[in-house]
């Protein structure tokens, strides 16, 4: 499809030519190298306790570059297993929300009629509940363990994504292709998957790009409250609210996963406005 | 001294490239007279009668001379301020867009006539209700009350030229007044602009591209295109033989009802040149069936004779009949 | 317009309906108990505690007495402080909640409106340019990096404000968490104002204004202004919610005895009756005031407020 060719091609010129979209993209790049391999090539471990080295400042004590949390456990290594796992649970919870919610607003702009409506009627439904709230009890019945949080905060993440597809497949229900597809015999499941869905890529990717960071930020809310990740398993939530019981004396301690969190989020959201202006340039 | 003098009105904008979308127009409207700019799309004539309030886009920039009245209207620190919603009135398009929506029409009536100066609020209603008895919306108090968007198209634009008139206006400007709107509709508002300008003794600078508009209203006709005119002359010596080969393309163009069935529509072939690009010789050359190498080299200037004007090396018609 | 009302709040109602079922299933169908977590208790005092709090009975008559006591205001009482029931502690920490957040709401609106109507104006110069930087900060750091910091600096740094507990006559207490709170809504309210009214003033309808003579402050506020906040109205619902949550991190850091901190302690005791009845009380508060600004809104548009009109 040459058209999409194009289409393309030149999303990724004005992509290219977004420099703080780039430079977003080139952090979190490096940001996930950091978590994955980081951990594994310095030298403590996160549950690791350096007994003489307890609160110690950045650059203090050796080999613990970025100093110590009160109990002496090295936080450069603690942050990077905390980005190791806000990240890791966004992607996936937003996996889960993208699979979900591509598929109801796909089925639902297609089929149009009442069961659209009905489809609708229930994400609106569900919209009107407050999400984190509902994360909250399900963490209170089901237990305070990533998979529940995973879960908890895929079930509400996918009801934009359903209504932005939804849309989507309405308007794209009317183009000619479909017709020329549907005069070519082929079903409703094959037209769906071989013809709108592709087209939907465009506006499904800059959504769950922007998807990511609101989920990182539900997570880092509830572990901050230690409702989320229990210690001693790390998360930026729960990192940042250590710190901030010892932020008095130990300043670092507050500092470094707060600011790790902080730009995680603003380049996850760079990026999106990058592929949002790439995607369907308009002047803002 | 004719009310409203141009003089080498040059507008251009900038951007990507910079577009030129008016170059070096004269033209001049008399007292109570009607001059009707008629054109294609993209020939410049919308951002004319913007220039010369004062209302172009912030990229857009107007040089050279629009006297009203004596008073210069271009120049630094918006002059045209003076003039706006006094001695000239506005006119546009698309009635819906002229009106805000949350604000009911009795009120923004009132306001216009107000902003002009010197009435009371109490004033300006009771003539906002003249004035839309004038304009001929029927039921005028009830409609005082109503917002924008619960009336028809067709007394939407009526509302507007109302507010348009409220500081009786000594020329009205109207941009395509009746492109927007039904057929029946169209006629009646053409024959109530008619009307208006006699009772009030007004001029008007009407834009258009309907000819059918044209014959109507106006005493003097301008032919533009690519940001330039081209033919200028008093309306029925135009009608009766136009002396460029684009004005007499366009004449051509309209169907007659005297015409046998299975007759080709005619059209002028070929399209207007992208906003921007510049020609050496005549702009109308490529698409002009008389055309010769002069004129692919040589722009033709715009010539004037008392209230006739033409810019063509070879018009129809060299000598006057 | 009252059709209108009528319909949306016979809409909410479902809605509602939706959140005092789902919680109750949740907490309900959720595998164990809420005694699993005690030790040490012996098989009969178990028995006898469940026979007290109603837990033997099947599920569906436990569902008609607790709707039944949320008709009285009563939610039951909590599994982890014994001696209080539900609504005891939420109608204690409620004031408080209720006075931190619609202060923050306020305060938004006075600070964040005005500063995106300022920044439209100077559209492009420095001052636009600076504000819109620091809006994108306000809305990309959440609540609990906010708070910390904030804490940091004007409690302990400068030594202007406390930093926590709340005595009631103490209002410089209230301070930091209202400011806490209400930074990401000013963000946000001064980026919508200032995008929306940009949009406005590029409107047809404006220019015909000036076509008209209307002098330029005229033109701005009463018909440039009125049609940019209608989106920023429409806001207001989300406004509401993000206060609400946030209020949990501030009453928590700040220490200040409202509903918020009641909620964190009942999820980490895993206190069922608690946090479900916390969890309605809260998601009441959003259908409402969701519902109040899109009243407010409906009224405002004239194209809403007069629909009979042909």
């Known amino acids: ?284 | 001294m004719a009310l409203l003098e141009i003089r080498g009105l040059t507008v251009d904008f900038d951007g990507p490239r910079r577009v030129c979308a008016v170059d070096h127009v004269d033209l001049s409207v008399e007292r109570e007279s009607c001059l009707a700019i008629v054109g294609e799309s993209g020939s410049g004539k919308s951002q004319l009668l913007l220039s010369c309030v004062g209302l172009l886009a912030a990229n857009g920039h107007a040089r050279g001379s629009v006297r009203f009245d004596g008073v210069e209207l271009l120049g630094a620190g918006d002059p045209a301020a003076r003039i706006r919603g006094r001695g000239i009135g506005f006119v546009f398009q698309d009635a819906s867009g002229s009106l805000t929506p949350h604000r009911r029409i009795g009120e923004q009536l009132a306001e216009a006539g107000i902003a002009a100066g010197g009435i009371t609020r109490h004033a300006a209603i009771a003539e906002a209700e003249r004035m839309l008895t004038r304009v001929r919306l029927p039921q005028a108090r009830r409609h005082l009350a109503d917002y924008p968007h619960e009336l028809s198209g067709g007394m939407r634009q009526r509302v507007a030229i109302a507010a348009a008139l409220m500081p009786r206006p000594q020329i009205l400007f109207a941009d395509e007044p009746t492109t927007a709107l039904d057929m029946t509709v169209q006629a009646e508002i053409i024959a109530l602009l008619g009307d208006l300008s006699d009772e009030l003794g007004m001029a008007m600078l009407l834009v258009t591209h309907d000819l059918g508009v044209v014959s109507g209203l106006a005493d003097h006709i301008a032919v533009m295109y690519a940001g330039r005119i081209l033919e200028s002359a008093e309306a029925s010596r135009f009608f009766a033989g136009p002396r460029h080969p684009y004005s007499a393309g366009l004449l051509a163009a309209v169907p007659s009802l005297d015409d046998p069935p299975g007759t080709e529509l005619r059209c002028i072939a070929g399209t207007p040149p992208r906003s921007g690009t510049t020609l050496p010789g005549c702009r109308f050359e490529p698409r002009c069936e008389r055309a010769q190498p002069r004129c692919r080299g040589e722009d033709p200037p715009f010539v004037s004779r008392g209230s006739a004007g033409i810019a063509c090396h070879f018009p129809l018609y060299q000598d006057d009949r | 317009m009252l059709a209108y009302i009528a319909r949306r709040l016979l809409g909410a109602i479902p809605t509602l309906a939706v959140i005092v079922t789902l919680s109750f299933a949740m907490t309900r169908l959720a595998p164990g108990g809420p005694f699993d977590e005690e030790q040490a208790l012996p098989p009969e005092i178990r028995a006898n505690l469940e026979v007290a709090y109603g837990l033997d009975q099947p599920v569906t008559v436990q569902f008609g007495r607790y709707l039944a006591g949320l008709l009285h205001g009563d939610f039951g009482p909590s599994y982890k402080f014994r001696d209080f029931t539900v609504t005891e502690l939420i109608s204690s920490g409620l004031p408080v909640s209720l006075a931190i957040g619609a202060a923050a709401i306020l305060l938004a609106i006075a600070v964040g409106i005005p500063a995106g109507i300022f920044a439209a104006l100077r559209q492009d110069r420095i001052a636009d340019r600076v504000m819109m930087a620091l809006a994108v900060a306000g809305i990309s750091v959440p609540v609990f990096v906010i708070a910390p910091f904030l804490a940091l600096v004007f409690g302990i740094w400068l030594h202007w404000l406390p930093v926590a507990g709340w005595a009631p006559g103490r209002p410089g207490d209230l301070v930091l968490p209202v400011v806490t709170l209400a930074l990401p809504v000013i963000a946000y309210l001064a980026r919508l104002t200032r995008g929306s009214l940009l949009e406005v003033m590029r409107a047809p309808w404006i220019r015909a204004a000036r076509a008209r003579g209307l002098p330029q402050h005229r033109i701005l506020l009463v018909h440039a202004l009125p049609a940019a906040l209608l989106p920023v109205v429409s806001y207001l619902g989300p406004a509401v919610a993000a206060v609400l949550t946030g209020s949990l991190v501030v009453e928590t850091i700040f220490g200040l005895p409202g509903m918020g901190r009641h909620l964190v302690q009942g999820a980490l005791n895993r206190d069922y009756t608690l946090v479900m009845g916390m969890v309605i009380v809260y998601a009441t508060m959003m259908i409402a005031l969701n519902l109040a600004a899109d009243l407010i809104y409906a009224w405002l548009d004239p194209r809403i407020r007069r629909e009979r009109r042909p």
């Open chain 1, 1 to 284: 499809m040459s058209r999409h060719g194009g289409l393309w091609r030149d999303a990724l010129h004005r992509l290219a030519a977004n420099r703080l979209a780039l430079a977003s993209l080139a952090i979190l790049v490096l940001m996930t190298a950091a978590a994955s391999l980081g951990p594994l090539l310095l030298d403590y471990r996160q549950d690791e306790i350096d007994w003489a080295h307890m609160a110690a400042a950045p650059f203090s004590a050796e080999g613990h570059w970025l100093g110590t949390d009160r109990l002496g456990r090295d936080l450069l290594v603690r942050t990077l297993h905390g980005l190791r796992v806000s990240m890791g649970i966004a992607l996936l919870a937003t996996l889960v929300s993208l699979a979900i919610g591509v598929t109801w607003g796909a089925v639902a702009g297609y089929l149009r009629g009442r069961t659209d409506a009905l489809m609708m009627r229930f994400v609106d439904v569900l919209y009107a509940l407050p999400q984190v709230f509902f994360v909250i009890i399900l963490t209170v019945v089901f237990g305070r363990s990533p998979a529940t949080l995973l879960v908890a905060i895929g079930a509400f993440g996918w009801l934009t994504m359903a209504r932005i597809v939804r849309g989507q497949a309405l308007a794209l229900r009317e183009r000619e292709f479909v017709d020329a597809a549907i005069v070519g015999g082929a079903g409703t499941a094959r037209i769906v998957a071989r013809h709108i869905i592709p087209n939907l890529l465009g506006p499904v990717i800059v959504y769950a790009t922007l998807t990511v960071p609101q989920v990182i930020l539900v997570e880092s809310f509830l572990s901050f409250l230690g409702i989320g990740i229990q210690e001693p398993l790390a998360s930026l939530g729960n990192l940042i609210a250590d710190g901030a019981t010892e932020m008095e004396t130990a300043t670092w301690m507050l500092v470094v996963p707060a600011g790790c969190l902080v730009l995680l989020v603003f380049c996850f959201n760079f990026l999106g406005d990058g592929l949002r202006d790439a995607l369907d340039p308009r002047d803002h």
